[in-house]
């Protein structure tokens, strides 16, 4: 994985095999990061990478000078690597925690401007972490929250879609806060 602009700029990052991920693709990540660009001011930006697993998000988040990053995943090895790498690039605003994704969305007091997760396509409790982000008040009033996931999975009947876009095999459902949700 490469990181596309920002401080870091065209730095790759080798992953270890054994870990149990599935990186957000090049092209994908470049128009999700294209899409963002326009509607964020990054040196403000609190971010939150649910099933962070690489830290690929994180990587571009903090390269890009978001404020603070919290990357968020439940295997060890992960959690590790993240940690290491951010220290190597000196991302000093990225924070990695191992704890399960909806756990996290739960219990935390932060807000954020821009949420992303990249659960494993087969889990089932993507309903369940977009009725958490949006119900326990951790996306600021002017955030997104943008759920990677097969693009055979449709939530568009989600009180608080907002679009989605397609990249390959993936899509991304962007969700945020309306006043009639």
Known sequence: MRIITGSRRGKFIAAPDHLPVRPTTDR??????????????????QALDLFAGTGNISYELCSRGAAHVD?????????????????ELDFTTLSAHRMDALAFVNGTSSKY?????????????????????????????DGWFVLEHRADRSF??????????????????????????
């Open 28 to 45: 994908a990540k470049e128009a999700l990061f294209s899409r963002l660009a326009s509607y964020f001011n990054w040196p403000s930006m």
């Open 71 to 87: 990357a968020v995943d439940n295997h060890a090895g992960c959690i590790k690597f993240i940690a290491r790498t951010a220290v």
């Open 113 to 141: 401007q821009f949420i992303f997760a990249d659960p494993p396509y087969d889990w089932d409790g993507h309903e369940a972490l977009i009725e958490s982000v949006m119900h326990f008040g951790i996306l600021e009033d």
């Open 156 to 181: 568009t009947s989600t009180p608080w879609f907002y679009d989605e876009r397609k990249y390959g095999s993936v899509k991304f459902s962007t969700f945020v806060i309306q006043e009639d949700a």
